[in-house]
């Protein structure tokens, strides 16, 4: 009787701890498929700007002026020089390498600029004493470039849909100088002289360099918008040969050396791709 009770119990358990497994079994959810690091993402992009520019002028030469530095050192004052703002717009076509690295190429217009500025030789100046002559020359032009860059960028990461990032450009620039304007005025043996130059319209290439600074923000997976700080070097402007105001006298062209400019832009980026995104599988109890 007592081997009947015990086959009894031990059956029971086994019953028992076989439904506790199959129970276990049912309820615990399925392993998750591997799934590796989604890979870095690249594709094409275009992207277009607007901005304005605050330009500077480094100095202004001509073979008088030069002249006149060299014979009578600190004789010529400069007064003024410099650029009324103008905007500025660019195109571009650019590929994104990774999460963290882009570049582009980009052609850009760069509106008309006045520049203005004066030079004096005044009264107690080395020249003025030697040549008993004072006066002031006056300058008026306009300006404007067309600028070709290659650009890469860093994209320092994301936060908030928004990314921080710095670049650096190198290309050419097409500087235009028109309507150069010298206006002076100055007293030879007491008597007052008119003296009034005409610059020829011209252009010229220089090599052009950039540095970038900025905020990006995402608005969709494919557009996004930047925000940016650029300093860029545009080389020299010259005009034409320079002609009196009666076009007796011709003389050679004044240069307009080191002009830069801080610029700030907001442009448009439009990826031509979207990247992959890794979604986990639904997971269900039950």
Same mark, same amino acid.
């Given at each position: %009787?007592?081997?009947?009770?015990?086959?009894?119990? /031990?059956?029971? /358990?086994?019953?028992? +701890?076989?439904?506790?497994?199959?129970?276990?079994?049912?309820?615990?959810?399925?392993?998750?498929? @591997?799934?590796?690091?989604?890979?870095?993402?690249?594709?094409?992009?275009?992207?277009? *700007?607007?901005? %304005?520019?605050?330009?500077?002028?480094?100095?202004?030469?001509?073979?008088?002026?030069?002249?006149?530095?060299?014979?009578?050192?600190? +004789?010529? !004052?400069?007064?003024?020089?410099?650029?009324?703002?103008?905007?500025?717009? *660019?195109?571009?076509?650019? @590929? !994104?390498?990774?999460?963290?690295?882009?570049?582009?190429?980009?052609?850009?217009?760069? $509106?008309?600029?006045?520049?203005?500025?004066?030079?004096?030789?005044?009264?107690?100046?080395? &020249?003025?004493?030697?040549?008993?002559?004072?006066?002031?020359? =006056? @300058?008026?032009?306009?300006? +404007?470039?067309?600028?070709? %860059?290659? =650009?890469?960028?860093?994209?320092? $990461?994301?936060?908030?849909?928004?990314?921080?990032?710095? $670049?650096?450009?190198?290309?050419?620039?097409?500087?235009?100088? +028109?309507?150069?304007?010298?206006?002076? &005025?100055? &007293?030879?043996?007491?008597?007052?002289?008119?003296?009034?130059?005409?610059?020829?319209?011209?252009?010229?290439?220089?090599? /052009?360099?950039?540095?970038?600074?900025?905020?990006? @923000?995402?608005?969709? !997976?494919?557009? /996004?918008?930047?925000?940016a700080y650029r300093y860029i070097s545009l080389g020299n402007g010259t005009t034409g040969a320079t002609r009196s105001f009666d076009g007796l006298t011709v003389a050679d062209p004044f240069v307009l050396k080191n002009i830069t400019s801080n610029d700030v832009k907001i442009g448009v980026r439009w990826n031509l791709w979207s990247p992959p995104v890794y979604a986990p599988p639904l997971v269900t109890k039950g």
């Amino acid at each position: %009787m007592r081997s009947v009770k015990f086959f009894v119990v /031990a059956g029971a /358990a086994t019953l028992l +701890s076989s439904m506790a497994s199959a129970a276990d079994l049912a309820i615990a959810p399925p392993p998750l498929p @591997y799934a590796p690091p989604m890979a870095d993402f690249g594709g094409w992009y275009l992207r277009g *700007d607007i901005g %304005m520019t605050n330009q500077q002028l480094g100095s202004l030469h001509s073979n008088l002026i030069d002249a006149e530095n060299a014979n009578f050192p600190g +004789s010529l !004052q400069n007064h003024g020089f410099g650029f009324d703002s103008s905007t500025s717009f *660019d195109i571009g076509v650019g @590929y !994104q390498f990774n999460s963290w690295f882009r570049a582009d190429i980009t052609g850009e217009w760069r $509106g008309k600029a006045n520049f203005h500025g004066s030079q004096s030789n005044p009264a107690g100046s080395a &020249f003025a004493l030697a040549n008993n002559q004072v006066g002031v020359d =006056n @300058y008026t032009a306009s300006k +404007s470039e067309a600028v070709f %860059m290659a =650009n890469a960028y860093v994209d320092l $990461g994301t936060w908030w849909c928004v990314t921080p990032f710095i $670049g650096a450009g190198i290309g050419t620039s097409y500087n235009q100088i +028109s309507g150069f304007r010298d206006d002076g &005025f100055t &007293f030879t043996s007491g008597a007052l002289s008119n003296s009034t130059f005409y610059g020829d319209d011209a252009g010229k290439w220089n090599l /052009a360099w950039a540095v970038y600074a900025g905020l990006s @923000y995402q608005v969709t !997976q494919n557009v /996004a918008i930047e925000l940016a700080y650029r300093y860029i070097s545009l080389g020299n402007g010259t005009t034409g040969a320079t002609r009196s105001f009666d076009g007796l006298t011709v003389a050679d062209p004044f240069v307009l050396k080191n002009i830069t400019s801080n610029d700030v832009k907001i442009g448009v980026r439009w990826n031509l791709w979207s990247p992959p995104v890794y979604a986990p599988p639904l997971v269900t109890k039950g």
